[in-house]
């Protein structure tokens, strides 16, 4: 059977058919389009911020008024929802309890409406009322989980899933998980959310998805699971970037990368089915750029760079010297840097290079498993790739070792580098 999900993104509302490889164009205009939801009527809400550029100060957001547009079962608009409060900020947002929750970044907030009476309430979970109107925790989810109501406080750093009473919204508890968190879900029966910050999908149980960039937005069903992956860019320049959707199968095996051409940022996915709308009449969308078999070219999200060797390595960071622009050069005989094998990755590929003049070789681990060996005879930049062990995936220590350290100012005429250096590395990849 098919499965369609709604897509928010900065200029439109899409829908997409992974598995058939279609989708629409559900509308347009009222963007930055952020929170989705569904009653049991299967009505859908859709937050709309009516502006799509990036707020660049205060003042800006403090002037946005938010709506929320409603959907029928043809996917056809049928109201605009405004509270008599100003909705600033809309981001994620649920339908439960017979109320539709909205998340309010900029007032610490979350709107509720009343879907029998149409009254609207506010609610601030802050414990502290001094951070009603300031944007201290960025709430940007709200969900029922666990028969309690669970909220993501992003806190622009180390994130904290917050869980409330769903009778009197009283705080119960909180987890820490993620940075720059949005979305929470189960995998495998585990808490789990987009940790955004660190481009990767984190679990209450150490399971592990990598996904480079700024993974936000997802949908879990047994046909599939549809992630949002949006490009790394400053605020400014958001809404003229491009956007992806990563297609897995329900294990987290890659099946497509979907490039969305200048929709900006992907900002949520709401599982639509297949029956319960109708898409006779919806805007085909023709835009895509569809991989299969291999990653995006814009955001693959399976490359480390320079950066990642003196940024990522950890306690192992006075292994390396501080990354320069197109390389990372080892400081110790064995250089090991932290990498993430998805489900279904089988090579990995390497860029090195050595300065040295004359022979030097490279031994490549896979924690103490020899992948193999890179043979320099003379000063030089080699690409290697080698296999990885079947049915590999998680987190593993790469390592690069040497059979000795060599000083550039002792060894190469005129050379003024007292640095003692093993291997320049350019880049690591893993592929399908």
Known sequence: ?????????????????????????????????????????????????????????????????????????????????????????????????????????????????????????????????????????????????????CIVAHRFGPSELLFYDRDTLQLNSAIALGAYSHDVFRIKGAIATCSSRDGRMVSMRDDEVRTGNVPRGIALTPSGNLMGISVNSRRAERHVQSGILRWYTPDWHFRADYLLPRVGMVLAILEAGEDAYDWENLEVWREAEITAGEYNRLAPGNLYEPNSFSGCAGRRAMEWHAAEESHCWSASRRATLSIHINPGETRLRV??????????????????????????????????????????AGSVQLSFQVPHLWRPAETISGNLDERLLGVAVYEVTLAL
């Open 1 to 149: 059977m098919a499965q369609r999900f709604l897509v928010s993104t900065t200029h439109h509302l899409l829908a997409i058919d992974p598995e058939e490889r279609k989708l629409w164009r559900v509308h347009s205009g009222s963007g930055l389009y952020y929170g989705l939801a569904k009653d049991d009527k299967e009505r859908l809400y859709v937050g709309c911020r009516n502006a799509v550029l990036g707020p660049q100060d205060e003042s800006v957001r403090e002037t946005e008024a938010g709506s929320i547009l409603v959907l029928d079962r043809g996917l056809r608009p049928i109201d605009e929802l405004q509270p008599p409060f100003p909705l600033r900020d809309v981001h994620g947002m649920d339908c439960f309890d017979g109320r539709l929750w909205v998340t309010c970044s900029f007032d610490n907030m979350v709107a509720i409406r009343d879907l029998t009476t149409g009254e609207w309430s506010r609610w601030y979970p802050a414990p502290n009322p001094n951070d009603r109107g300031h944007d201290v925790h960025h709430f940007n989810t709200v969900c029922r989980m666990e028969g309690q109501i």
């Open 351 to 392: 860029r090195l290079g050595s300065a040295l003049p004359g022979p030097y070789g490279v031994e490549i681990r896979l924690g103490e498993t020899l992948l193999g060996v890179a043979q320099f005879s003379e000063p030089g930049i080699q690409d290697n790739q080698y296999g990885l062990p079947v049915g590999l």
